[in-house]
């Protein structure tokens, strides 16, 4: 009589991931490895399935899916698109949150992000289960950018959260939304004059063919949640639950440090090729001080002060 319930018990389990890139990106790396620790650490056997180069549409569309508890288990998704959810998500990848790589790493390590971690599970239920991401985002353009001044009025892509939005505009930028995938046309077509992103994201979309310029503005770190239904979640075996957990700060940590690591590499390699020319930025400090009140003001808007204060006051 028990035994059908042994055999049930020992059926596989599957699971579809998300991911927008190809095989090669830092992304879909960190998700295989996710994958590989799971098994790893589960105590049955489990069927990953990784829909890759955005065969289940854009990132957003992954996160409502994972919010609904239908057709994507896990993913990788910018803060960004969780802005629906909570007003607090896109600023944990707001720009000039960071001083550098060290103090970014000190903030994750430390937790200081929990809050928002928090907020989307109960709202979204949506699990941030590990933190990739590292890349240094600077701001590619048709021209050449080395200061405020030539910043002034530049058309440049934005992601679609207000923080992106205001503190581009309070350094002089004219910043737009448009999609991800749409950003190489318009800049082709003189729509927009520049994007920002890291060296991963430039070598995959190829932007440097139609923005040869690279301003090294070092404007933000990305961070890029792991993220998992949570409604999947609790309806998996308490095994492989904390096989899930463990398996997703491994992964980011992975992910995190082969992105960071990888994109002096990639820049190199673009510009020796002739396909990029880096430009050094004089601005940054300027920038920066130009930011600061929004930033502020921001964090008081949407009620994450106290998180502010704490990620500031990390030395590093």
Not at 171 to 188: C, D, F, K, L, R
Not at 202 to 222: C, G, K, S
Not at 250 to 262: K, N, V
Request: proline fraction near 4%.
């Amino acid at each position: 009589m028990a035994a059908p319930n042994v055999l049930r018990a020992q059926q596989p389990i599957t699971l579809n991931g998300a991911v927008q890139f190809n095989d090669d990106h830092v992304f879909n790396r960190a998700l295989l490895r996710f994958e590989e620790l799971v098994k790893q650490y589960s105590n049955q056997p489990i069927n990953f399935i990784l829909h890759r180069n955005s065969s289940l549409g854009l990132e957003k569309q992954y996160f409502e899916y994972m919010s609904a508890g239908r057709a994507v288990d896990y993913g990788i998704v910018s803060p960004a698109h969780m802005s629906t959810f909570s007003r607090a998500a896109p600023f944990i990848d707001a720009p000039f949150l960071f001083r550098g790589l060290n103090h970014w790493n000190q903030v994750i390590d430390q937790d200081l992000l929990a809050p928002v971690a928090t907020e989307i599970e109960r709202r979204a239920r949506v699990m941030l289960i590990g933190y990739a991401g590292g890349g240094v985002r600077n701001i590619f353009a048709n021209k050449p950018v080395s200061n405020t001044a030539e910043l002034r009025g530049l058309r440049v892509r934005v992601q679609g959260a207000a923080i992106w939005n205001r503190t581009f505009q309070a350094a002089g930028m004219a910043p737009q939304v448009i999609a991800y995938n749409e950003i190489y046309n318009a800049i082709q077509n003189n729509v927009l004059e520049a994007g920002e992103n890291e060296a991963a994201g430039v070598l995959h979309m190829r932007f440097f063919e139609v923005a040869p310029h690279l301003a090294l503005t070092q404007h933000a770190i990305t961070i890029r949640p792991i993220c998992f239904s949570a409604q999947t979640f609790a309806r998996l075996p308490r095994g492989v639950q904390e096989a899930v957990r463990r398996a997703g700060k491994e992964a980011g940590a992975f992910g995190r440090q082969a992105e960071s690591t990888e994109d002096e590499a990639t820049l190199a390699r673009l510009e020796g090729e002739g396909k990029l020319r880096r430009i050094p930025f004089s601005g940054r400090d300027q920038m920066q001080a130009a930011v600061a009140p929004v930033m502020a003001a921001y964090a008081r808007e949407i009620e994450a002060e106290n998180m502010l204060n704490r990620i500031n006051a990390v030395t590093g």
